[in-house]
């Protein structure tokens, strides 16, 4: 709750009357602006009469009896008219009753209401008595809905643990934006209010929809929390509630028996259009009130971190009924009141709210809606269809703003294209299309320059070492023709196309020096070495044989002992 104290004076969230709403962010809502600043709830109650929180039993009785009355006199009229051949006037003459009796019998659900709050009489068996009754003819479940709508109260506008209407989150928007898409804008609202106003009701109460996230123990949902089952997760796990639930359980079977029995003696029928369409109309109301006293674009909900009580119950919106408001004891023109103050008396409620309204009007905290129901409801089926989160101050969203939203997206993006696409053509003037040019010629011939040295690097390495083998090759040569034998020694030499082929070359004949005598002819008595043989003098040998045949000694192979043959 907040600190209290004096909040410097604004304008309050108005809406205007033609159903325009004043979307002045520094204006608007400042509830949603406001957390520790907010008054207290002793200083709104001080600001209230005291008187306005007497009850008075006799007056609430009063209350029951007049819409009795009402009552009555609608379902004689009904009862007159015609089940079979009906045509134009007749269905016209039962579509009126229906109306009639549901906006009457909603004149009881708002006592039986006024009873789960205390507000109908000092006495608890009084009030759980009347409630009971008048919840259970309606069916209702008295009791579990009195822990719901507490706690309705206790949380309201709370985005995990507020009940009834709670707002859906993204997962709702991927669910029926293609439906939206689809069928439209306006039929997508016209759904909007149907499955609400028709089907809301009884989804609540038998499912939860739209009801609370969490568990009374602050755990997700897992399983349906309906209203009929003391073992539902809607109730407390300790069980204290469960007799409670049990009861109003029962009173919701004992009705649908005797409406059974009523149509067994008077025709299923006639027992049917007296009460199933009024039913339905009772339930549109109910769902009416509850929806529109808190939902509306300017209006937020809280995430938990920023949630208060005085902060939930300041969201709420005041709007006239005209002559419902009468029939509804100022339910929904008052609703500002009972939610700060929900044991306060309907009959106190106008008063009240008079003193709310000049003690929280000047803070700009008072939130009044002048615009006729049925153009509010319309406005709220079209722009109210959830919440982009479920933290911190959350507004409500609609379809059809998000798909402005993606387009006004698309277009900027676009846009963006457009001016980088043009940034770019005036990067690519002529002076930097010259500079690039250049810097690819240089590229380009610098390639070409290093491609050519590389070849040549490669062309003199293959040069060195085919000369090296050559070199290699005639050095053998010459010590194979120092032992006076023809050698022929395949060279290698290298083709145009790189490729190393064998040369063959000319044997080279090692013969003797004409200018000297043999040692055989000179000796002939002697039996002579030949002049390779390794084991010959070495003065037998001349000059050149010597030391061929020191070379020869050396390179000898040491298999076959010497390369030459005595002669």
Known sequence: MGKGGNVGA??????????????DPTTVCQVAKLKDELPTKKQLKDAVPPHCFERDSLASLALVVRDGVIIGAIGYLGWQLPTENLGLAGYALWNAYWFAMGTALTGWWVLAHECGHRGFSANNYINDSVGWVLHSLLLVPYFSWQYSHAKHHAKTNHMLDGETHVPPSRTWRKQHAGVHRMVGDDAFAIWELVSHLLFGWPMYIAFNATGARRTPEGVRHTSIPDHFRPSSKLFPAHGAWANRVIASTFGVVLVLVGLWLAGEEYTHTKIGMMYWPSYLWTNFWLVMYTWLQHTDEDLPHFGEDEWTWVRGALCTIDRPYHGF??????????????????NLPCYHAQE???ALKAYLEPRGLYNFDGQPWPIAAWNVGKKCHYMGDIKGVCFWRCLSKDRVERKAERAAKKEKR??????RAEWLSPSLVLILALVLALTFYG?????????????????????????????????????????????????STNETQPIVSKPRIQSQPRDRVSPRLANPGTQQRSFCDPHAPASHLPARGRSSAAAVSQRQSPRSGSFGRQV
């Open 352 to 354: 009240a709210t008079a």
């Open 418 to 423: 457009a001016e980088l696409a043009e940034c």
């Open 447 to 495: 390639g070409r320059l290093l491609c050519a040295a590389v070849e040549a690097c490669l062309k003199q390495t293959l040069l060195v070492t085919s000369k090296r083998a050559r070199g290699l090759r005639v050095s053998h040569a010459a010590v194979l023709s120092g032992c006076g034998r023809a050698v022929a020694q395949p060279a290698l030499t290298l083709s």
């Open 325 to 342: 408001d009468w029939m509804h004891h100022h339910i929904g023109s008052t609703h500002v009141t009972h939610h700060l103050f929900s």
């Open 10 to 23: 604004a304008r309050p969230l108005k809406l205007g009357a033609c159903g325009q709403s004043e979307r």
